[in-house]
């Protein structure tokens, strides 16, 4: 069984930084993306950045020159972090992992945090 777990989330002024983490557990054997999504009521849930295992990052427009993506393939773990926060990124942010290899199957599978409230207000 693979869990995703996420932490770092929490309340943070306009114009801050906060840097999420998740890291995925089981036993994997290899994550070919990992990613960050967010969902902010009343809207549907949106890519915000995904790195392969080598390393290719993908960026959505709205956060790009503010947040970074980065991972740990020897951790499974993937980070955001997170600059000069506006209001707009005020969102539930979940953790993806696509194409999971682990022990004993050769099926590659998807994975879902179960989500860290990010808010920006003053």
């Known amino acids: 069984q693979v869990q995703l777990v996420e932490s770092g989330g929490g309340l943070v002024q306009p114009g801050g930084s906060l840097r999420l983490s998740c890291e995925a557990s089981?036993?994997?054997?290899?994550?070919?993306?990992m990613g960050w999504y967010r969902q902010a009521p009343g809207k549907e849930r949106e890519l915000v950045a995904a790195v392969t295992s080598d390393g290719y990052r993908n960026d959505a427009d709205s956060v790009k020159g503010r947040f970074t993506i980065s991972r740990d393939n020897a951790r499974n773990t993937v980070y955001l972090q997170m600059n000069s926060l506006k209001a707009e990124d005020t969102a539930v942010y979940y953790c993806n992992a696509v194409g999971v290899k682990v022990v004993g199957s050769l099926s590659l599978t998807t994975y879902w945090g179960q989500g860290t409230q990010v808010t920006v207000s003053s």
């Open positions: 089981g036993s994997i054997l290899s994550i070919n993306v």
